[in-house]
């Protein structure tokens, strides 16, 4: 069982945007910074998101991340064919001592 | 460019050690500004981070609660890269595997953890007789 609450799926069509929701607790997203990484079959995940809101180079801009309170999101505009995948959500667990994730939201794009 | 290269067998036989080594490239096990951490996923349990090994003067190791009386995680200087060992294994512990780095940046004001920039390729383990 995740220690964080995404929803399974999301779908949405080419150029619309789409939102992935992360619910956690007082003990870790409400004191933590939130991650958000992309998985595709085969290949090595790839962070899109780290300190909430920041991406790394490379990143397209179409991927921003927010967090409020014990929750986080991440938000995709521009939707692409290529960006069918798997979106985790991270972060550190103070009550756990331990990295923590997300159940994983599965994209897809009409 | 960090590379993260994972080997080791695909195939343990329950009881025994699940053995698992992380080959870095583009930076160093020792490095200060990095933690070197072992993932697992599998469809029951979904990602599950297992532990991690840095340095700060000293080895360090952090260890998930799931799993602390069963995993070493060992850096090796000389080869640049980390073990994972897991003993007495089960089917449970079936799961892709993977290494990951953890960077730590410091500005005048504060410092902070990114978690992950860089992952292996995954490494499918099955535990099975």
């Known amino acids: 069982q995740s220690m964080l609450t995404q929803p399974p799926s999301a779908s949405e069509t080419p150029g619309q945007r789409v939102i992935i929701s992360c619910s956690g607790s007082?003990?870790?997203?409400?004191?933590?910074?939130v991650y958000w990484s992309q998985h595709l079959p085969g290949t090595a995940p790839k962070l899109l998101i780290y300190?909430?809101?920041q991406r790394p180079s490379g990143v397209p801009d179409r991927f921003s991340g927010s967090k409020s309170g014990t929750s986080a999101s991440l938000a995709i505009s521009g939707l692409r064919s290529e960006d069918e995948a798997d979106y985790y959500c991270?972060?550190?667990?103070?009550?756990?001592?331990?990295?923590?994730f997300g159940g994983g939201t599965k994209l897809t794009v009409l | 460019q960090v590379q993260l290269q994972q080997s080791g067998p695909g195939l343990v036989q329950p009881s025994q050690t699940l053995s698992l080594t992380c080959a870095i490239s583009?930076?160093?096990?020792?490095?200060?500004?990095?933690?070197w951490n072992w993932i697992r996923q599998s469809p029951s349990r979904g990602l599950e981070w297992l532990g991690r090994?840095?340095?700060?003067?000293?080895?360090?190791?952090d260890y998930a609660v799931s799993v602390k009386s069963r995993i070493t995680i060992t850096p090796d200087t000389s080869k640049n890269h980390l073990s994972l060992h897991l003993n007495s294994v089960t089917p449970e512990d079936t799961a892709v595997y993977y290494c990951?780095?953890?960077?730590?940046?410091?500005?005048?004001?504060?410092?902070?953890?990114?978690?992950?920039?860089?992952w292996g390729q995954g490494t499918q383990v099955t535990v099975s007789s």
């Open positions: 990951a780095r953890q960077s730590r940046y410091c500005s005048s004001s504060d410092c902070y953890e990114v978690y992950f920039d860089y």
């Open positions: 583009g930076d160093i096990v020792s490095s200060y500004s990095a933690a």
């Open positions: 090994t840095y340095y700060r003067s000293k080895w360090n190791n």
């Open positions: 007082s003990s870790n997203i409400g004191t933590n910074y």
């Open positions: 300190r909430n809101n």
């Open positions: 991270a972060t550190w667990d103070d009550s756990l001592s331990a990295v923590v």
